[in-house]
Structure formats: structure tokens, C-alpha cells
T-cell receptor, first 114, second 111 residues
Framework: DAGVIQSPRHEVTEMGQEVTLRCKPISGHDYLFWYRQTMMRGLELLIYFNNNVPIDDSGMPEDRFSAKMPNASFSTLKIQPSEPRDSAVYFC????????????FGPGTRLTVT | GQQVMQIPQYQHVQEGEDFTTYCNSSTTLSNIQWYKQRPGGHPVFLIQLVKSGEVKKQKRLTFQFGEAKKNSSLHITATQTTDVGTYFCAGRGTGGFKTIFGAGTRLFVKA
């Protein structure tokens, strides 16, 4: 298996622009997580899905952030409008309900908002 | 809400010395996981502990889960330069599937 795939790997955008991050989970995994990592705040859980349904979005910082999972093999995290404080590495991870429940992380998207 | 505290924030060791990082939760956990993130990389799963008082070993790494299922530790014996990175604990509460990550302990190993 190719593992969790994220695109783009790097994104540089100007304040006010819309940013869309993409994730393809491992085939067969029924949980998908979006995290944000910064030096100041560490690794924060933004939202997670089970069987394509959002279960907990309490970590989404504000209305500028939205996430969707239209099918089992694709999810997006959108920021509109973006702000400099959104600069971070965004990770997507997927997991199986059964077994060890360990999360498999993608390589991340490094977002820079100028 | 559930909080997971991890100490120390940083640790510098000489190669061959031991290293320990500690994790404490404000609430009882159903399980705790440990991950390692190399510089510039992504978190990689190491192990999961589920039972009260559980101890697991992976070569030079020893993981413990407290009797009350609120704390955990990771101990590395005789560190090597390949151990460099940030070690995170991640606790799951007794309800739901949400996992809260600690702030991580960054390990530096001097050869």
C-alpha cells in the first residue's frame, strides 16, 4: 500500500486566498483525522471522520476552516480566507477501528501564508 | 476537557546514556499510544498500551502504562544517534475515538 497520500506537499499563498489541502487515506481505513502542527501549539487534532461522516470538529479553529470527506478515499481541508497565523504543517492520518487503532500519518502539507 | 501533559520538553543526552519521557493525563485513558517523529518527518506509530500496569518492550525501548491508566512513560536504554527525534504520547479517553497528543519530548543525541 502507498500509505496516506497528501497534496500538495508545500503551499505558499497570500493572505486572503483560499487554500485546499487534499488527503487520500489508506484503502480500507474507516477513520480519517486532520491535524495541524506548529512549534507553539504542537500537534492539534482539528477534525476526524468515521465512514466519511464528521464525528468531532471541536478542534477546528474557526469558521474559516472546513473539511469534507465525499467518499472513503478522499478528504479535503479548506481554509478561506487564509491568514498568516494559519501557517503550519497539516497532517492527515487514517486508522482502522479494529486491530491496534494506530494512526498512519501522511507526509504532511507545509502551508505558508504571507 | 481531556489534557495530556508530557515532560520534559527537550532532552540532550550523550550517546549511550539512557532517556525517559513521561506522560500524564487529566482523565483516565482507555489506551495510550506512542509515536516518533524524525526531524522534517511525520509521526510514526511505535506502540499501544491498553491494560493497567502494562509494560512492553521493543529492543532498547520500554513502555509503561500506569496502574490508574492516567500516566505512561517511554524509556530508551543506551541511546543511539538514530534515536534522535520527537517522541509523542497520545491518549484516548474512555468515550469516543478522539486521541489527544502530548506536546512531545524532543531528544537530541550527541555522538
Amino acid at each position: 500500500d502507498a500509505g496516506v497520500i497528501q497534496s500538495p506537499r508545500h503551499e505558499v499563498t497570500e493572505m486572503g486566498q483560499e487554500v485546499t489541502l487534499r488527503c487520500k487515506p489508506i484503502s480500507g481505513h474507516d477513520y480519517l483525522f486532520w491535524y495541524r502542527q506548529t512549534m507553539m501549539r504542537g500537534l492539534e487534532l482539528l477534525i476526524y471522520f468515521n465512514n466519511n461522516v464528521p464525528i468531532d470538529d471541536s478542534g477546528m479553529p474557526e469558521d474559516r476552516f472546513s473539511a469534507k470527506m465525499p467518499n472513503a478515499s478522499f478528504s479535503t481541508l479548506k481554509i478561506q480566507p487564509s491568514e498568516p497565523r494559519d501557517s503550519a504543517v497539516y497532517f492527515c492520518a487514517s486508522s482502522l477501528r479494529t486491530g491496534g487503532n494506530e494512526q498512519y500519518f501522511g507526509p504532511g502539507t507545509r502551508l505558508t501564508v504571507t | 476537557g481531556q489534557q495530556v501533559m508530557q515532560i520534559p520538553q527537550y532532552q540532550h543526552v550523550q550517546e549511550g546514556e539512557d532517556f525517559t519521557t513521561y506522560c500524564n493525563s487529566s482523565t483516565t485513558l482507555s489506551n495510550i499510544q506512542w509515536y516518533k517523529q524524525r526531524p522534517g518527518g511525520h509521526p510514526v506509530f511505535l506502540i499501544q498500551l491498553v491494560k493497567s500496569g502494562e509494560v512492553k518492550k521493543q529492543k532498547r525501548l520500554t513502555f509503561q502504562f500506569g496502574e490508574a491508566k492516567k500516566n505512561s512513560s517511554l524509556h530508551i536504554t543506551a541511546t543511539q544517534t538514530t534515536d534522535v527525534g520527537t517522541y509523542f504520547c497520545a491518549g484516548r479517553g474512555t468515550g469516543g475515538f478522539k486521541t489527544i497528543f502530548g506536546a512531545g519530548t524532543r531528544l537530541f543525541v550527541k555522538a
